[in-house]
């Protein structure tokens, strides 16, 4: 699996990534929800750069330029509820894109352990697309891996790229041994998981921060 660290180098991705770990920024339910889908947008920018691009005449009010644009969209999936607004950021730069949405969440079987459920898909034909899956919490992984397989019910893409905002180290070797021909985008990587399984020291709940605690 190729991994892209993009907090290995000075962006306002650090920027945005420290505003949302931030407990007082993180009152602002507004201001949180826009750093994600900041990140989003830069994310997309930089996924970009490894796409196909083909060549096309542009016609200006002046003459004829050659250009180059998009071969193809990507099609956007999304984990529901908290890659909501990292799903808006790319849908903002990759605005011809279908996309696809996935509920999966923790069923917990006690206070230490869990299963993931998929209960939702709606998706388009993925087969042979470039598919980009985002769900801003790399945790243990597997939320991912279960999301990339139900998809699979939709067509079998050429290329996956996986977008997350803070990853977990296990989470990272978990999805390199699980879908190693992806390739994984990361803003920032914490060290470790606590007992329950959430990213210390993250930044808690990315789906109660942008839209309220479940009840």
């Given at each position: 699996?190729?991994?892209?660290y993009?907090?290995?180098k000075n962006?306002?991705i ?12 993180q009152e602002?339910?507004?201001q949180f ?10 994310m997309a ?21 050659q250009?180059k644009?998009?071969?193809e969209h ?7 509820r908290?890659?909501?607004p990292?799903h808006q950021g790319?849908?903002?730069?990759f605005?011809k894109s ?7 969440y923790?069923?917990?079987i006690d206070?230490?352990?869990f ?5 939702y898909l709606?998706?388009?034909?993925i087969?042979d ?9 790399l945790a243990?992984?597997?939320s991912?891996?279960?999301a ?5 019910k939709k067509?079998k ?13 296990i989470?990272?070797e978990?999805?390199?041994?699980k879908?190693p ?5 990361i803003a920032d ?8 399984g959430?990213?210390?020291?993250g ?5 109660d921060?942008s839209?309220g605690e479940k009840?």
């Amino acid at each position: 699996m190729q991994v892209n660290y993009l907090n290995q180098k000075n962006s306002l991705i650090l920027q945005f990534v420290s505003e949302l770990r931030d407990v007082k920024i993180q009152e602002n339910r507004m201001q949180f929800r826009k750093n994600i889908e900041r990140i989003g947008q830069i994310m997309a920018y930089e996924i970009s750069k490894e796409l196909r691009f083909t060549d096309t005449e542009i016609n200006t009010p002046l003459g004829i330029h050659q250009s180059k644009v998009l071969a193809e969209h990507p099609v956007l999936a999304t984990i529901l509820r908290a890659g909501l607004p990292m799903h808006q950021g790319f849908l903002e730069y990759f605005d011809k894109s279908d996309c696809a949405y996935i509920s999966a969440y923790r069923k917990h079987i006690d206070e230490l352990n869990f299963e993931i459920i998929v209960e939702y898909l709606a998706s388009p034909d993925i087969n042979d697309k470039v598919l980009i899956l985002i769900d801003p919490m790399l945790a243990t992984g597997r939320s991912i891996e279960l999301a990339y397989h139900t998809i699979l019910k939709k067509g079998k893409p050429k290329q996956v790229h996986i977008a997350c905002l803070i990853a977990s180290k296990i989470g990272i070797e978990y999805l390199k041994e699980k879908l190693p021909d992806a390739i994984l985008w990361i803003a920032d990587v914490d060290d470790s998981l606590n007992t329950h399984g959430y990213i210390v020291p993250g930044l808690g709940d990315a789906g109660d921060l942008s839209f309220g605690e479940k009840v």
